[in-house]
């Protein structure tokens, strides 16, 4: 099978994702890996660091998240962080070699007085040389275009799943409306990073349909993070059944073939993930990473064992964007 630089398209329909999806793993991958290293250097891996800027008590459902306080998984709600501290972490994210910033907030929406302190946050990040991103959950359009006039460079809003799956997942929040955040991010002239989570207890059906709705939005967003569910003790989808690593890799590499010049994000859940699996899964079109011992509330690798691992792939953290 030959690889096929293909066009970037928006319109592929549901069937062409699913026979992609179904391809011999090895067809699969060398399509995947050949597209990838058309549009991007394939010893380079985007590094981004996570902070909780706002920490639990969520009032949405989210059937996955720790965050909820629908759950009883013995987090601590806490307040906004104080900018200085936010700075602080930052500029050591920067010194371990983050090129990106993304500052979380457990909210189903924020609220005025929190977006004037979250905007200072995201120009001083911005001011620090740092790639800057947030997740908020919903926005107005005249809050994205607050966050854009700051300096934000990406909005993380996630699909999560199939709009057929996601009923079972989320009841606070309709999969319509996360679609109207992520068009009210794009029109504001944002960038969008936009995922989802495998091992929700979805079908192979639902991950082709995800990646069918992400890959046939308006424009691919520039950034896909695809999470492995992180089991948390007390929330409703804890003790779901482990994904197929396999089946895992296949996500990202129809992701790399879909979306050709988007950084698809190995994201949450790599510390369940072998190093073998990790390498195969850049191999197949993955070239972004969460940095740092901490991605929201949970444990993540630990940034020697990343940078070593890097190393030994011969791969290499992407340098910093240049100066705005
Ligand atoms: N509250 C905002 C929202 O949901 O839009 C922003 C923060 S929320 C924690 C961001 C994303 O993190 C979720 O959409 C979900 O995809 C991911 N996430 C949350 N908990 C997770 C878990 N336990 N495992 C994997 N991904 C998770
Ligand atoms: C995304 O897709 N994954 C990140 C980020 N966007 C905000 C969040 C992962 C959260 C994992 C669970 C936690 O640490 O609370
Ligand atoms: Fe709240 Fe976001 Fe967690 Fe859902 S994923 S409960 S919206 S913090």
Redesign the pocket.
């Known amino acids: 099978m030959e690889t096929r630089a293909t066009a970037i398209r928006t319109d592929w329909a549901v069937a062409e994702v699913a026979e992609l999806f179904g391809l011999p793993l090895h067809d699969l991958l060398y399509q995947a890996h050949g597209l990838h290293r058309t549009h991007f250097d394939p010893a380079e891996v985007q590094i981004s660091t996570l902070m909780s800027i706002k920490t639990g008590g969520?009032p949405?459902d989210?059937g996955?998240?720790?965050?909820s306080v629908h759950f009883n998984t013995g987090l601590t709600p806490e307040a906004l962080v104080p900018l200085a501290v936010v700075v602080e972490a930052a500029r050591t994210a920067r010194e371990r070699g983050a090129t990106r910033f993304c500052m979380?907030?457990?909210?189903?929406n924020p609220k005025p007085g929190q977006l004037a302190r979250i905007t200072e946050m995201v120009r001083a990040v911005r001011g620090l040389g740092l790639e800057t991103c947030a997740?908020?959950?919903?926005l107005t359009r005249d809050q994205a275009e607050a966050l854009r006039d700051a300096g934000l460079d990406y909005y993380?809003?996630?699909l999560?799943t199939s709009e057929a799956f996601y009923p079972q997942v989320i009841s606070t929040r309709t999969y319509a409306d996360r679609l109207d955040t992520l068009k009210t991010v794009r029109d504001a002239g944002l960038k969008v990073c936009c995922?989802?989570?495998i091992g929700l207890g979805e079908a192979d059906q639902d991950r082709i349909e995800l990646l069918h709705t992400l890959a046939t939005l308006p424009e691919h967003p520039e950034s896909v993070?695809v999470?492995?569910?992180?089991?948390?003790a007390g929330?409703t989808l804890n003790g779901q059944a482990p994904v197929d690593p396999l089946t895992f890799v296949r996500v990202i590499a129809v992701a790399r073939i879909l979306m050709p010049k988007s950084r698809i994000r190995l994201?949450?859940?790599r510390t369940d993930m072998s190093d073998e699996l990790q390498a195969l899964c850049f191999f197949a079109g993955a070239n972004s990473i969460f940095y740092g011992e901490q991605l929201?509330t949970?444990p993540n690798p630990a940034a020697d064992h990343d940078l070593d691992l890097l190393a030994r792939l011969g791969l290499r953290p992407a340098a910093p964007p240049a100066p705005a």
């Open positions: 969520c949405e989210c996955y998240c720790p965050q979380g907030a457990a909210y189903r997740t908020l959950g919903m993380n809003h996630n999560d995922g989802g989570i993070p999470n492995q569910l992180v089991q948390v929330t994201s949450a859940g929201l949970t």
